[in-house]
C-alpha cells in the first residue's frame, strides 16, 4: 500500500520528477520546431520584410539637404523664416563653400530635384549655380594670383599646407572632410590621401586648410589624382582670401610660403569685399526669392512628413499645412479611385461567383470536380496571358467588336471603346480575380447541409424565403472571405491596369511605379506606397480575424 | 431514390419553345444578313414545324436527329461556306437534342417529382446564367489559341480564318518566337530562375511547414502572419520595396537578386499546401517509426517525406508558377539581363504589338493545363492517403 501513503511527487523512470521531465521534453520539442522555422524566417526577413521596413524609412529619410548643404543649413538654424528677409551674408557665404563641393560632386542637381517636388522652379537655380559658382570672387583670386605666379603652383600649395613633415599634423580635419564627403556623395570616402595638414597652418588659416582638405580629400579618393600634383580649386583661394582679411596674424609664421602670405595680406588690403549674395542673385535671381530659402529651411531636418502630405495632396508651409494648387491634386483622387473600382471589381466578382459557387457546391461531385477545372484554368493561367486575351477581345478592331460588328449590332464606325478606359480595367480585373471569389465561397458552400432548405420548403416558405432566410445567411462567411482576398489583390493590382486602363482605368500602384522608374521621386513613391501597405495590413488584419490566415486554400 | 417522371410533353409545348431556340439561331442568321427580323421569324417557324413533324407525325428519334443534323449543316454550307457549315451541324444537333428534351419531358428527370412548373423554369433559367457566367471565364482564355495561327499580324480573326481557309492560318508566330533572339533569351532567362528560386522556397518552407505544424511552437500566429505576408502585400509594394533594398546591398540587376525576391514570393504557397497536408498527418506514425528504431533524418526520408509529398510537390508547383508568371517584381528587380517571358511579353503588349505574344500565350495555357492536371492529381491522391475522402 505504499503508493497510496507516498505523497511526494511522480517520478519519471529516471527519477526526475515527471513534472520536470515533461517540461524538458516539451522545451526541446519546442527548440526542435524553431529550429526548423528559423531559416526560412530569417530568410523572409531579409529578402522580404527588410525591404519592406526600408520603403517606409525612404518615406520619411530627408537626408539630402543637410548632407548637401552642411554649412548653410547650420547658418540657418539663426535665421527667422518667417520674415521678410533674406538670410544674411553669412549663410551666403556657407552657400558658396557648399555648392562649390556639391557642383565638384555632381550632387547639386540631385538636391535640385528633390527640393523641386516642394517647391517648383528650384532645379533651375541650383543648376545654374553649380555652373558659375567657381566664379565667385573672381577679381579678388586674380588679384591674389597677380601678385605672386606662386598662388597658382600646386607645389607652393601642397607644402604650404603640409608643413615640415615632423610637425604635428591636424588629422582629425581629414576625418571631418572625409565624412563629409562621404554623407554628400551617399558613398564611402576611405582610402589613402596622401595629406595632411600641419596644425601650425590649421591653426593660422582655419577656412583654407579646411577647403584644401576637402580639395585634397576629392582629388585622391574621387578623382584619383596625386593632390600634390593638382592646382587647388577656386574655393581654396577665395577661403585664403578670407582668412587674411579676417586678420590672420602672420607676424609669428615661419613656415612655407610664410614671405607670400604676408605680401599677399598686405597686397589684397585695398580688394573690395566679396559678395557672396550679390555674386549668387547675378547667376540666378532666384536666391533672391525669399520663398525659396523658406523651402530651403523646411526640409532642412533629416526626417520629413513632406512625402505623405504630398501623397495626400497637402503642402507644409510656415503657416501649416495647406492644400497644393488644384493643378496638382491628383493622388486623393487616384486613391478614391483605386478604392471605387476596387468596390466595382469586388461587387461584380460576388455577383458572377455567388452562382457559380452555388452550382459547384450543390452539383453532384463528379460535375462538380468537372466544372471545376474550368474554375482552375482561369486560377493557373499566367496574368499576362489573360490580360494579353482581354485586350484581344476588347480592342476597337479586337473579337467583341468584330463580332458586334457582324451581327450589325454596331456599325463600323461606331466601334464600341472598351478598352484604355475604367470599363477595360473593371472587366479584364473581374475576370481575372473571379476565381479568387469563387473558391473560398465554394468552400463555404460544400459544407451547407441542402436539408436546410428542403426543410425550409417544407414547412411553407417560398424559393425566395427559403433560400434568402436559410441559405443565404449561412454562406456570408464565403462572401466575406472572398471579397475581403479579392479587394486585398486588387487595391494593389498593377499589370492588368498598366495595359488595359488607359489614363482613366489606372491606379495608384500605377502611379507609384511611375515615380521609381520614370520621375525618380523615390519618397513620394515610398509614401504612397506606405499607404497603400497600410491599408491593405488593416484588411489582412481583418481576414485573419475573420477567416484565419491558417484556412486560406489553394485550389 | 428519387421517382423520376420523363413522361412525354405536349406537342403544344414543345414546338413553341423549341421554337424559341430556333428562333434565337434565326435571328444571328438574319443580322448577318441585314435583316434580323425576317430570320427570327423563319428561325421560329422552321424549327417548331420541325419539332411538330418530329413530334407527332415522324417519331424516330435516331433517324430524325440525324436527318436535323445534316440539314442544318448543308443549310449552314450553302450560306457561309465551311464556317457555315460548322456552326450549322453544331445548331442541327443542338436543336435536335433540344426537340426531344423537351417533347419527351426528360428535362423532369433529374429533378425531384413536386417541383413546381416555375421552379422547374427558374432551375434552368440558373444553369442557363451559370453557363453564361462559365462562358465569360473561359472565352478569353480559347480564343486566344486559334489567333496564334493567324497568317497576318492582326490580333483578330481575318475572314480567310473566318472562311477556314488554309491560307489565313500558319505556323509564323511560332517559328518567330523560336527564331527571335529575344524571346529565346526571354525563354531562358525564366527557366534558369524559375527553377532555382523554387528549390530555394520549397526547400525553406518544407522545414518551417513542418516545424510549424507542432503544437508547442510559440507566437505561431505572428511567426504565420510574417511567412504569409509576401502573397498578401501588393506586389507592387514588394517591388518597390526590394528595388530600393537590394539597391543598397548590390543584388538590383543580378540573377541572384532576382531569385531570392522569387523564392520570398513562392514561400506562402509552399507553406499553405505542406500545412494543409500536415493537418491530417498521424504523429503516431514517427512514434512508432522512432519506436522501432530509425533516428529522426531516417523517419524524415522514410515515413513522413512519402506522405507529405504530394502537398510538397504542389507547394512546388504553385511557387515555380509564381516566379514563372511573375513581372512585377523582375520588372524592378532585374535589369535587361534578366528579361524574363512575361517582362518581354508584358513589354510587347504595350509597345510593338505583335501576335507572337499570343502564341507564348498558348503555349503558356498548355503548361498550365499541365501543372492544374498534376495539382489536381496530387491532389487526390493525397487526400486518398490520408483518408479523407474515398476513391
Not at chain 2, 289 to 318: E, K
Amino acid at each position: 500500500m505504499s503508493d497510496t501513503t507516498d505523497t511526494g511527487p511522480v517520478l519519471a523512470a529516471d527519477g526526475t520528477p515527471l513534472k520536470r521531465s515533461l517540461r524538458r521534453a516539451i522545451r526541446a520539442q519546442k527548440l526542435r520546431a524553431l529550429a526548423l522555422i528559423a531559416p526560412l524566417l530569417i530568410f523572409v526577413l531579409v529578402t522580404f520584410i527588410a525591404p519592406i521596413a526600408d520603403m517606409l524609412f525612404r518615406s520619411v529619410e530627408n537626408q539630402i539637404v543637410s548632407n548637401t548643404l552642411p554649412n548653410t543649413v547650420a547658418t540657418l538654424n539663426d535665421w527667422d523664416g518667417t520674415g521678410e528677409t533674406l538670410p544674411g551674408d553669412q549663410t551666403f557665404e556657407a552657400l558658396f563653400y557648399d555648392m562649390f563641393l556639391a557642383a565638384e560632386s555632381k550632387r547639386h542637381t540631385r538636391l535640385g530635384s528633390r527640393l523641386n517636388y516642394e517647391q517648383a522652379g528650384i532645379s533651375s537655380m541650383f543648376r545654374t549655380s553649380g555652373r558659375n559658382v567657381d566664379e565667385v570672387g573672381e577679381d579678388q583670386v586674380e588679384a591674389l594670383e597677380d601678385l605672386n605666379d606662386a598662388w597658382s603652383d600646386e607645389t607652393f600649395w601642397f607644402t604650404m599646407m603640409s608643413g615640415p613633415d615632423d610637425a604635428p599634423k591636424a588629422s582629425d580635419i581629414v576625418a571631418d572632410q572625409r565624412e563629409r564627403l562621404a554623407k554628400l556623395n551617399q558613398s564611402g570616402f576611405g582610402g589613402e590621401v596622401g595629406f595632411a595638414p600641419s596644425q601650425e597652418i590649421a591653426d593660422l588659416l582655419p577656412r583654407t586648410v579646411r577647403a584644401y582638405t576637402a580639395f585634397a580629400v576629392f582629388t585622391a579618393i574621387a578623382d584619383e589624382d596625386v593632390v600634390a600634383e593638382e592646382e587647388p580649386w577656386e574655393a581654396v583661394k577665395v577661403a585664403l582670401i578670407e582668412d587674411l582679411r579676417a586678420g590672420a596674424d602672420l607676424s609669428g609664421y615661419q613656415g612655407a610660403g610664410a614671405e607670400e602670405l604676408r605680401a599677399a595680406q598686405a597686397g589684397l588690403a585695398d580688394q573690395p569685399e566679396i559678395d557672396y549674395k550679390q555674386a549668387f542673385i547675378d547667376m540666378n535671381e532666384d536666391w533672391a526669392n525669399l520663398e525659396n530659402w523658406k523651402t530651403i529651411k523646411m526640409y532642412a531636418p533629416p526626417f520629413t512628413a513632406g512625402y505623405f502630405l504630398n501623397a495626400i495632396d497637402l503642402q507644409k508651409t510656415p503657416e501649416g499645412f495647406r492644400p497644393r494648387p488644384e493643378n496638382e491634386q491628383i493622388y486623393i483622387m487616384l486613391f478614391q479611385r483605386t478604392l471605387f473600382m476596387s468596390l466595382v471589381i469586388m461587387g461584380s466578382c460576388i455577383l458572377l461567383g455567388y452562382p457559380v459557387a452555388y452550382l459547384l457546391a450543390t452539383l453532384p461531385s463528379r460535375s462538380a470536380n468537372l466544372l471545376m477545372i474550368l474554375v482552375l484554368l482561369p486560377f493557373w493561367t499566367s496574368l499576362l496571358v489573360r490580360t494579353s486575351a482581354w485586350k484581344v477581345m476588347l480592342q476597337q478592331q479586337g473579337v467583341i467588336n468584330d463580332t458586334l460588328v457582324w451581327l450589325g449590332l454596331v456599325n463600323d464606325a461606331g466601334r464600341l471603346v472598351m478598352i484604355n478606359n475604367q470599363f477595360g480595367t473593371i472587366v479584364a480585373m473581374t475576370h481575372i480575380l473571379l476565381p479568387f471569389m469563387i473558391l473560398p465561397m465554394y468552400s463555404v458552400m460544400s459544407t451547407i447541409p441542402q436539408t436546410y432548405v428542403r426543410a425550409a420548403r417544407s414547412l411553407g416558405a417560398t424559393n425566395w424565403t427559403s433560400f434568402w432566410r436559410v441559405y443565404f445567411p449561412q454562406s456570408v462567411p464565403g462572401i466575406g472571405a472572398g471579397s475581403i482576398l479579392v479587394f486585398i489583390l486588387a487595391i494593389g493590382y498593377y499589370i492588368t491596369p498598366e495595359i488595359v486602363g488607359g489614363t482613366t482605368g489606372t491606379f495608384i500602384s500605377n502611379r507609384i511605379a511611375y515615380h521609381i522608374s520614370s520621375s525618380l521621386n523615390w519618397g513620394l513613391a515610398a509614401a504612397l506606397g506606405s499607404i497603400l501597405l497600410f491599408a491593405v495590413l488593416i484588411l489582412y488584419w481583418a481576414y485573419d480575424k475573420i477567416v484565419g490566415i491558417d484556412n486560406v486554400k489553394l485550389g | 431514390m428519387t421517382i423520376t417522371i420523363t413522361e412525354p410533353k405536349p406537342i403544344t409545348f414543345a414546338a413553341p419553345v423549341a421554337g424559341l431556340a430556333g428562333a434565337f439561331a434565326g435571328l444571328l442568321v438574319g443580322t448577318a444578313h441585314d435583316n434580323p427580323l425576317l430570320g427570327l421569324a423563319i428561325g421560329f417557324v422552321l424549327t417548331a414545324a420541325l419539332a411538330f413533324v418530329w413530334l407527332g407525325v415522324f417519331r424516330h428519334e435516331r433517324i430524325a436527329r440525324w436527318v436535323t443534323f445534316i440539314a442544318a449543316g448543308t443549310g449552314g454550307y450553302l450560306l457561309a461556306g465551311a464556317m457555315g457549315a460548322l456552326i450549322g451541324l453544331l445548331f442541327g444537333w443542338l436543336i435536335g437534342w433540344f426537340i426531344f428534351w423537351l417533347g419527351e419531358g426528360r428535362y423532369r428527370a433529374k429533378l425531384p417529382p413536386y417541383t413546381t412548373a416555375q421552379q422547374v423554369f427558374y432551375h434552368f433559367a440558373f444553369r442557363v446564367l451559370c453557363g453564361l457566367i462559365f462562358f465569360f471565364l473561359i472565352t478569353p482564355i480559347v480564343v486566344v489559341m486559334p489567333l496564334s495561327f493567324n497568317a497576318e499580324n492582326f490580333f483578330t480573326f481575318t475572314p480567310e480564318m473566318l472562311r477556314l481557309d488554309p491560307a489565313g492560318y500558319s505556323l509564323k508566330h511560332y517559328k518567330d518566337f523560336f527564331t527571335n533572339d529575344d524571346w529565346q533569351q526571354a525563354m531562358w532567362n525564366s527557366i534558369s530562375i524559375a527553377p532555382v528560386a523554387t528549390m530555394l522556397s520549397v526547400g525553406f518552407g518544407t522545414l518551417a511547414a513542418i516545424g510549424l505544424s507542432d503544437e508547442h511552437v510559440p507566437f505561431r500566429r505572428a511567426i504565420m502572419t510574417i511567412l504569409i505576408s509576401p502573397m498578401i502585400v501588393p506586389l507592387i509594394i514588394s517591388a518597390a520595396g526590394m528595388y530600393f533594398f537590394y539597391s543598397r546591398l548590390g543584388l538590383q540587376g543580378t540573377y541572384w537578386g532576382v531569385v531570392l525576391a522569387h523564392a520570398a514570393l513562392g514561400i506562402p504557397f509552399v507553406i499553405i499546401t505542406v500545412t494543409a497536408t500536415l493537418v491530417g498527418f498521424d504523429r503516431s506514425l514517427t512514434r512508432a517509426a522512432a519506436n522501432m528504431g530509425a533516428n529522426p533524418v531516417t523517419t524524415f526520408f522514410r515515413v513522413q517525406m512519402p506522405l507529405i509529398l504530394p502537398g510538397v510537390i504542389s507547394g512546388g508547383l504553385f511557387a515555380f508558377i509564381t516566379s514563372f508568371d511573375e513581372v512585377v517584381v523582375v520588372l524592378f528587380v532585374g535589369s535587361a539581363g534578366q528579361k524574363t517571358l512575361p517582362w518581354q511579353m508584358f513589354t510587347g503588349l504595350r509597345e510593338q504589338i505583335s501576335p507572337t505574344i499570343l502564341a507564348v500565350a498558348t503555349m503558356l495555357v498548355i503548361i498550365s493545363i499541365m501543372l492544374l492536371t498534376t495539382v489536381e492529381m496530387l491532389r487526390r491522391r493525397s487526400e486518398r492517403l490520408r483518408g479523407l475522402s474515398p476513391g
